[in-house]
């Protein structure tokens, strides 16, 4: 397989950046308490990758924990809210409402309700994550093609059907966009409630690393919450491309 | 077949109540293939919901095949000017899906899937698109989604087909192709077909008779019968008498537009 500019460019564009980051605090002589140089970033990794990767076990599990709950959840709502428009109109400012509260403002109740530890940070991953899941499933489901409709009703079809056959096929591109938004807040919200209240966490790890004034090791905290996004970013990209490539490929058929 | 007893049908729009069908009678004979025609907004759509069971008069009777209308009729299958086919679904799983909502047919898809499959593929065959059953709808022309979904709209073998004018969105020689399809379809299977459409050469050229309604509310102002002998070939859209018959169609629009 040949590579193409285009694959080269995202390695490249990051390598610029860590080389520019570099020189910029070698030029302007940056003290390391600052902002440190990635080379002393990198050294802190290396240093600390034992309590890093158990930090970052610890933050991966409960994003997936709380975004496992909210794929679940959103996609229950979605469907329910989704099914009528009755009740896609009168949940709808319910939910709006709901999501407009900052989550880190719900934090420390939950600390006082379930104490230090990983369930906030489950709950907060959670809270913050089904929004999105839940608006795309209803409105693929609530913008299912008339004609369509009524060419299955005229058959005989049941809303049942309708959905099985015809709904929740059709949210799949919905649910999938969703998804990909949805695991990239939930890692926020993890994030967030383990910075307020945790004892492990890179969020937990980050704030003693700072209260200790070890900077390049809150950078490479932060260096390790970059990586696990991105990753967790790509698995939902790749799952996509797989599940929904019909969406994809529809795209070009507007010239038909 | 179908029968509309003074059929009106209003309904509570933005602007107050609207009317789209007024004292409409039609009756369409079993194995007859009726067109109506009219200028836009007639309530064209209106006849065809109301045939099928998906809206119910405000007053008056629609009857299908003996009896009254009351819910979704389920002997009718429907093609629109869409095809609205499935993308995530191969060309033959779309024409397939009826299949797997009308009520002898989805209990035995299961055990007889190859014989309905064979179906299906004959049935794709005969209007040319056996060799795209495996595609999807994205893969293809607008011409061939089309005939995939009259496909879709034949394969339970309805005793109605509603068409809501299906070639509309289509280029004069494709359509012209579809409606030999057509002809060619309900030659071979004899079903009842309604067909909406505003092209007066496709209601000469397809149907045995041709009503016109008027503009809303939507009223039958005239039923012709169209002479021409079956089969047809294509040539009758050049025969004199075919030009005075849209001619004379095209006037009486013209008339109930002004009206």
Known sequence: MKIAAEDITPVAFTVALFVLWEAACLLFRIDSFILPAPSQIFAAMVQYWGPLLRNSFVTLWTTAAGFLLAVAFGIGLGVVVGWSRAIYRGLYPVMIGFNSIPKVAVVPILIMWFGIGEIPAILTAFLISFFPIVVNVATGLATTEPELEDVLRALGASKLDIMRKVGIPRTGPYLFGALKVAITLAFVGAVVSETIGANAGLGHLMVQAGSNFQMPLVFAGLMALAIEGILMYAVFAVMEKRMVSWAFRSSMSAAG | ?259
């Open chain 2, 1 to 259: 077949m179908i029968r509309l007893h003074d059929v009106t049908l209003s309904y509570r729009g933005r602007a107050g109540e609207v009317t789209a069908l007024a004292h409409t009678s039609l009756a369409v004979g079993k194995g007859e293939f009726a067109a109506v025609v009219g200028p836009s907004g007639c309530g064209k759509s209106t006849l065809m919901k109301l045939v099928t069971g998906l809206i119910r008069p405000t007053k008056g009777k629609v009857e299908v095949d003996g009896a009254e209308v009351t819910g979704p009729v389920k002997i009718a299958g429907m093609a629109f000017q869409a095809a609205n086919l499935l993308p995530w679904r191969s060309v033959l799983d779309n024409v397939m899906l009826p299949l797997e909502i009308v009520a002898p047919h989805r209990g035995r898809l299961g055990r007889e899937r190859d014989a309905y499959r064979t179906r299906a593929l004959d049935l794709l065959g005969v209007v040319g698109l056996r060799d795209f059953a495996d595609r999807y709808p994205w893969e293809m022309s607008g011409g061939m989604q089309q005939r995939a979904s009259l496909c879709r709209s034949l394969i339970h073998e309805p005793e109605l087909l509603m068409l809501d004018e299906p070639f509309a969105a289509l280029d004069a020689f494709t359509r012209e192709e579809l409606w030999v399809v057509l002809r060619d379809l309900w030659q071979r299977l004899g079903f009842t077909v309604v067909l909406v459409t505003h092209d007066l050469r496709e209601a000469g050229f397809l149907a045995d008779t041709i009503h016109v309604m008027s503009a809303r509310p939507g009223q039958i102002v005239e039923t012709r019968r169209v002479a021409f002998p079956r089969p047809r070939p294509l040539d009758v859209l050049y025969d004199p008498a075919f030009t005075d018959l849209v001619h004379s169609l095209r006037n009486k629009i013209a008339e109930v537009r002004q009206a």
